[in-house]
């Protein structure tokens, strides 16, 4: 593997790895039945409570067999779980692999010692084995330097061929772009468009966690008066002149109401930028030569930015004293500039901002009746503030940077925003009707092959049938004898229809003729006026028959005839008028029925897009609702997502992959019903938690940078997001966020081992279970931890306190104690000076401290009696005995700062505005 690791052959490590865990199987490697029973008897939670109960267990085995175990298997057996430990921690499996190796190198590395110190004293003391074998099991294991550089995600690559080559540098990304922007001058339209997103795969590779050893220092600040700010307003009204004045104001208004029962208005900030300008957080960071001490504020009000910085150093030849007068000086500093920049900000804020939400009409009159001139004066109000440097000590920092820290947030406030529209406005349902195409078919395209389709299509239901292209119209006859004379026989009455002229006569029959006569010959003659029609020969005429309309009479002549029968048939054509009209009837029902369909259909459209409009009217009437709500939040809860969503992204960050299974199953037997996954729980539930133990969430400082860090293409919409506060609108638009996390304490050697390894709860990847695990908290200690007023309880207890007492009594406690000179320990106490005592729900400050004349003498069982002067007298109730805590340590003294506020104050109808704390409410 260590081969491997030279080269930067990734896999081929890791199929080395696996090859050999594979081999050991899932329990680990095999080893001695010796082996296996030291181990499982010397655990840290099993260790027996005397030497007798080891001599027992040695006891146990055959002394001889044991020799031979202690010079040859037990070192095979180490090296087998040496290996196998080696081999999990390189693929990153070393905490979550049941077989424990590390445990098991622990329990034989206490076995050899064990039997050694028992063949060494055969009598002992009754506890020199068990402490022997304690420090044995909780031993550090160590692995070699070049295991925590497994590095998959560094700058070395492979290329094509397997030749392994590095990034490109930032000389050849310089050329490369300076080439392109030669070939590409002068081509194509400047334009800024976002890129459609694609889905992509998560990056599997982690940014370098940045920690250090800092001091955490924090900036309280709270109100400690109103006063009389700049001149805003004078109104003079005349001798004898009336006034009055119409005041129309539209805007948002939003009132607050918080009560907080201390002894003064304690407004404490935990995060680093607050849209009143105060610093909240220094960070002092250590290194190997010096400590330097590093706080910054930086913030985004309106459009205008901000940005100061206050730094606190301590090297060699300066004390503390000096570096905390340094953090003081620049904080106070650091306050007023930005108060200064954000004065003028809000002034104009004043005077230029107008809403829409809310109308208020105000009539303001004056009257005077005196014989001088009546003047008022108007001040804006500034708020006096007051703000003390604190430290909570040395701690262990973590630092990353957190680029567009408002960008999930925002995605899902969309989709919240649309999920709760859709829930409140139900969908509308249909479909918008198509709309009607315009008729574009003529009266001269409709025929008798094509009108049925036409007539169909706009549902004519009464629609005149075409006429026929051809008719026949047929007339028979019988005629009688007819001899040598000419003469007529009759007529055939044929009528050609209306709309209709013949285009042809055919005529079939027969006759029976006589013999020759006297010269008349023997004929049958068929007459139309003047027109001979099959008189000399053939069936059948059509030249000249156009003009043959309406009703025929046909003279029929014979000569020499014995009889005849004749059948004349006429075939008519349809006169082109007749089909035109036809045509022209069919297109008048068609266009009108177009025409009222056509009109319907708009009619139906009309009452979509009205429908359509007063849908959309109501989801952004809800939409509006809702941004008006996200907008009007308290800033207390907007403090709360910018916390959260940078928790979230710092845990991301640090390799958590939020994309796994939920420990919940949507839809379990039998009923469908949600439930959890007892499985999945088990498995991550104490790998959610780690992150919330690992870190002082509550002590977090962040810090948004300029809107410009964002891509260039969406600049427009964040260089000035539209949001009341001003902190969440520099979040909203930062390009990036600077967070700062404490290491919580007792979790530095589990942060170290993960900050190498990625690897969760140190390493034997247990989370802490046991009441003495130092790293394991009660959960009511964690709700009180939650708490703005948490503190650190001490021992000993506050006895006989009484109300106006200027210092108490502490029982019960050797913390100032120091044993090795037998005096008071001063460090402890000058440690403790100036540090806030919370008692009885109160706040005070330690002022002194000096041993208690009749103090019980140190006996090491927490006997002796201290008193403590407090900054101001006692104002709780009398109490033989009340527990008490300490907090943070006072570090600078007290300083002012003003803040602007949006109220105005007439400075002739009041004198007194108020200063805190307030007097006690009576009655």
Not at 4 to 24: D, N, P, Y
Not at 33 to 62: C, H, K, M, N
Not at 530 to 557: D, K, N, Y
Not at 728 to 738: H, S
């Amino acid at each position: 593997m260590h081969g491997a690791w030279k080269a930067s052959e990734w896999a081929a490590l890791a199929a080395i790895a696996r090859a050999h865990l594979e081999t050991s199987g899932p329990t680990g490697p095999e080893i001695h039945p010796y082996s296996e029973a030291a181990i499982a008897y010397l655990q840290p939670e099993l260790v027996a409570a005397t030497d007798a109960d080891l001599r027992v267990f040695l006891s146990g085995f055959d002394q001889k067999a044991l020799k031979t175990y202690l010079t040859e298997t037990l070192l095979q057996d180490r090296e087998r779980l040496a290996d196998h430990a080696l081999a999990l921690h390189c693929v990153g499996s070393l905490g979550a692999d049941a077989s424990n190796p590390i445990a098991g190198l622990r329990g034989l590395h206490a076995f050899a010692l064990l039997t050694t110190a028992a063949s060494e004293d055969r009598r002992g003391d009754g506890h020199r084995l068990v402490r022997i074998v304690d420090r044995a099991v909780k031993a550090e294991v160590a692995f070699p330097r070049w295991t925590f550089e497994i590095d998959v995600c560094g700058e070395v690559h492979l290329v094509d061929g397997g030749k392994a080559r590095l990034a490109s540098t930032p000389l050849e990304d310089k050329l490369q772009s300076l080439d392109r922007s030669r070939a590409d001058a002068g081509k194509g339209d400047c334009y800024c468009q976002p890129a459609e997103p694609v889905c992509t795969p998560q990056s599997v590779c982690c940014p370098e966690l940045k920690y250090y050893l800092a001091d955490l220092l924090e900036l309280r600040d709270w109100t400690h008066r109103y006063r009389a700010g700049d001149l805003a307003y004078i109104e003079v009204v005349g001798a004898g002149e009336n006034r009055s004045r119409e005041h129309v104001m539209k805007r948002v208004s939003e009132v607050y109401s918080e009560t907080e029962s201390t002894v003064r208005s304690l407004d404490k900030r935990d995060h680093q930028v607050t849209d009143s300008g105060s610093l909240s957080r220094e960070i002092e960071r250590q290194n190997e030569t010096k400590l330097a001490a590093d706080a910054s504020v930086e913030g985004v009000y309106d459009a205008k930015a901000y940005k100061v910085t206050a730094s606190a150093s301590l090297s060699y030849d300066k004390n503390a004293s000096q570096t905390i007068k340094e953090a003081q000086e620049q904080a106070r500093e650091t306050i007023t500039s930005a108060v200064a920049e954000l004065e003028k900000t809000v002034r104009a804020l004043r005077s230029e901002r107008v809403t829409t939400e809310e109308t208020e009409t105000n009539i303001h009159a004056w009257q005077n009746d005196g014989d001088e001139p009546k003047v008022t004066k108007y001040f804006w109000v500034t708020q006096e503030k007051r703000a003390q440097l604190y430290s909570h000590g040395k701690r262990l920092m973590a630092e990353l940077i957190i680029p567009s820290p408002a960008r999930l947030y925002e995605r899902l406030m969309i989709d919240r925003l649309e999920a709760e529209v859709r829930r409140r406005v139900p969908p509308l349902e249909g479909v918008s009707p198509p709309t009607s195409a315009p008729l574009t078919l003529t009266a001269a395209e409709l025929t008798p092959e094509n009108y049925a389709q036409h007539v169909a299509a706009e549902g004519v239901n009464n629609a005149p049938l075409p006429p026929d292209a051809i008719k026949y119209a047929v007339a028979t006859g019988s005629y009688g004898e007819v001899k040598n004379e000419q003469k007529s026989v009759g007529q055939l009455q044929i009528t050609v229809p209306d709309g209709y002229h013949a285009v042809q006569m055919d005529l079939s029959g027969d006759a029976t003729f006589r013999q020759y006569g006297t010269g008349q010959g023997r004929w049958v003659r068929f007459t139309l006026g003047s027109v001979v029609w099959f008189g000399g020969g053939g069936h059948s005429l059509t030249a000249g028959l156009a003009s043959l309309t309406g009703q025929l009479a046909i003279e029929v002549t014979a000569a020499n005839i014995k009889g005849c029968q004749a059948s004349l048939t006429i075939k008519c054509a349809l006169d082109q008028a007749t089909l035109a009209a036809w045509q022209q009837a069919v297109f008048d029902l068609v266009s009108t029925a177009h025409t009222a369909k056509a009109a319907a259909s708009e009619a139906a459209i009309a009452d979509f897009l009205e429908a359509q409009a007063e849908h959309k009217a109501a989801e952004d009437k809800v939409r509006a609702e809702l941004r008006e709500k996200a907008g009007a939040r308290h800033p207390f809860f907007n403090r709360a997502i910018e916390r959260t969503e940078l928790k979230r992204a710092f845990i991301y960050l640090l390799c958590e992959d939020y994309s796994a299974e939920s420990a919940w199953i949507a839809k379990a037997e039998p009923c469908g019903l949600p439930e959890i996954d007892r499985h999945a729980t088990a498995e991550r539930g104490y790998g959610w938690y780690f992150w919330d133990r690992l870190f002082d969430w509550k002590y977090m400082a962040y810090g948004f940078f300029d809107y410009f860090w964002n891509p260039i293409c969406e600049w427009a919409e964040r260089f000035d997001p539209d949001h009341a506060d001003p902190l969440f609108k520099a979040f909203l638009g930062a390009g990036y966020a600077r967070v700062l996390v404490p290491v919580s304490a007792s979790m530095e050697e589990d942060f170290l081992w993960y900050a190498a390894t990625r690897q969760k709860w140190g390493q034997s990847g247990a989370p802490p279970l046991d009441a003495e695990d130092p790293r394991w908290r009660n959960v009511l200690y964690e709700l009180k931890y939650a708490s703005e007023s948490a503190m650190t309880p001490r021992e000993g207890y506050a006895a006989n306190v009484a109300p106006g007492d200027l210092s108490i009594l502490i029982k019960d406690t050797d913390r100032y104690w120091d044993i090795l000179a037998a005096q008071t320990d001063l460090a402890a106490v000058e440690a403790d000076l100036d540090r806030e005592l919370f008692i009885d729900g109160a706040i005070y400050f330690v002022a002194d401290i000096q041993p208690e004349s009749g103090s019980p003498p140190f006996s090491g069982a927490d006997t002796m009696w201290w008193r403590i002067t407090l900054d101001r007298p006692y104002e709780g109730p009398a109490s033989p005995r009340r527990l008490y805590s300490l907090g943070a340590q006072a570090v600078a003294p007290a300083f002012s700062f003003d803040m602007p506020t949006e109220l105005i104050w007439a400075g002739a109808h009041d004198r007194c505005l108020p200063s805190y704390p307030l007097p006690a409410c009576v009655g």
